[in-house]
């Protein structure tokens, strides 16, 4: 007789559920409907979407795109190769070294977001769909299945938190919250970038040149944006365009790029940025290009104060004042109580001099203050600047400043023989007045960076980083906290001066209104500080960024009227919510507000 014996089955563990996206579709539907709807969205730009030319920008065209229809071209054409890319496709891998469905979904977002927003456009101005030809729905179509199949591809899902089965109604809604938006989080989370080869050093130097190229082309587009409409789908397309640039590991890797040849990159953006007004049909932007010089300038001035020794100024904006009104009373203006007219040289140690006396005079009692305290007597500071200047007027003082009149009909510069008021022919193109003030604001702009970095990089650029991080400690290991901090004070103070000279004789009048803590029009204290911490506080590039935008982006919100500085507002607090380390953190304030991300190897002085 036979025994027949059974073993227990070891109970099965069991298995995660396989990752799934945020519309439950399968994996290679979802990819090929993504890369599928970007490619259409090409097509599409090339069909007329309504017939009449009433809508800005002459949509009716067949075969040629205008106006929104190219910036749906340039999104089309970012969802195709990121689509490309994620399929493992021969030659794409450089441009995903983090990886290519984050950045799939956010340039089809990019797509839908710009195509949708054309077409609802027509449909409103023009009264309804019936004025849209077959190419507006076909973008609309077409966008719609992209973001749908990339929303749809799959992703790492965060294990929720458990639910406590005693919370209300209301406590249960928050947890669901919470989880919700961190799986949208998970959703366009990217992974670490693969590291790429070395390429030979020309190969880089051209990268580096394209780089530029292109940003100085988007820059251009930006601020020439001839209506309304144009302007907000451009904002649009950029957004979401270049986040997904930086979800694919593209932005780093050019960054690394860049960082190895940093006198390369340098020489290039300041020749980029030379090359503007010469691709400019007339005077008209390169007198928003100056003003936005002059604004970075300043802020850079500022970012050492802020970015580097950590000293929160809020009148920052009063040592610019400064240096406006000593320049201006000392070039030539009939306004000025002083009869002298010096060359431009004179007037800018004057004007930069100035600013650094009062510098030293404002920071030597207050500087011992810390944080809060600082902060309220710096904006003190601001505010006495311009009530004195407006009291100055020969009732309330003495006739110094002539009082709110400002000091008016300040001359135009001249330096070996060039007018700066008069119109140039240069390579056959007329430069004309703010043209010549934008090369001579541009060249200032350099010698301020050249200070910044050769300071960020010295000894005292070291101790000002120790300052920064911990007062206490490093007055510990024998560095005199007073005497750093007073010397960051009077350099950030000087280049406020240097800039305020120029600016004096670009808008002709110097007013105490300019210099306000917090106006409509930059640059201000307030302005000046959102555009440090904006743009990236302890790097050069961060603040010249973030200026550009803070003037650019009001300037072309105009149209919306009241509701302009709502609409601002709202802008730089989701750019703050999304982004609190600025649009071009250095890696150690990057790493503070976030945690997860892996340690650099290397950190510089300034920890960039």
Known sequence: MTTQTTTAETPRTPEPDAPSGLIGLPANLARALATGGGALTIVSAFLSWTWTSAFPG??????????????????????????????????????????????????????????????????????????????GFVAALATLVAVVGALSLPFERPAPDPVDPDDDEWEKFKHQAVASANTWKAAFATGPSASARKLPSYVEILIIVAALAVGLFVFTYGIGTEYDELFIGFLIT???????????????????????????????????????????????????????????????????????????????????????YAAAMVSGSPSSPFDLHLPFFGAVLVGAAA???????????????????????????????????????????????????????????????????????????TIGRFANYFFLMLLITFVVVIVFRRSGDSRIGRAWV???EDETAALAMGINGFRVKLIAFALGATLAGLAGTVQAHVTYTVTPEQYQFAHVVPPNSAFLLAAVVL???????????????????????????????????????????????GLIPNRRRQLEFHEAAEAPAVLSKTGA
């Open 58 to 135: 002459d949509l009716t065209v067949y075969g040629y795109p205008g106006g929104l229809q190219w910036l749906v071209l340039v999104a089309g054409v970012l969802t195709t190769l990121f689509g490309l890319a994620s399929y493992g496709v021969k030659g794409l891998g450089w441009l995903v070294p983090a990886g290519a469905d984050s950045s799939l979904k956010l340039s089809a977002l990019a797509a839908f977001g710009t195509a949708w927003y054309t077409v609802l456009a027509i449909s409103y101005q023009l009264g309804g769909l019936a004025n849209l030809e077959p190419g």
């Open 238 to 324: 950029a957004g979401f365009g270049f986040a997904a640039l930086a979800k694919s590991g593209l932005m780093a890797r050019i960054s690394v790029i860049t960082s190895r040849h940093r006198n390369v990159t340098m020489a290039g953006a300041f020749a980029a940025a030379a090359a503007f007004p010469f691709t400019q049909a007339d005077d008209q932007y390169a007198t928003i290009g100056v003003y936005i010089l002059i604004f970075a300038t300043v802020a850079l001035g500022l970012n050492i104060v802020v970015g580097l020794a950590g000293l929160l100024d809020l009148g920052y904006v009063a040592f610019l004042g400064v240096g406006a």
């Open 355 to 429: 600013s650094m006396v009062f510098g030293v005079l404002i920071g030597a009692p207050t500087l011992r203050l810390r944080g809060d305290y600082l902060a309220i007597v710096t904006l003190g500071f601001g505010e006495i600047f311009r009530i004195t200047v407006n009291n100055l007027d020969g009732i309330s003082g003495p006739d110094v400043t002539n009082g709110s009149n400002g000091i008016s009909s300040i001359p135009n510069l001249k330096m070996f023989g060039f007018d700066f008021g008069l119109p140039h022919d240069v390579f056959g193109v």
């Open 466 to 468: 120790a300052i920064r």
């Open 535 to 581: 743009g990236g506080m302890g790097t050069i590039s961060g603040p010249l960024v973030g200026a550009a935008l803070l003037y650019l982006i009001p300037a072309k919100l105009q149209f919306l009227g009241n509701y302009q500085l709502l609409a601002f507002g709202l802008a730089l607090v989701l750019l703050m919510r999304f982004r609190p380390e």
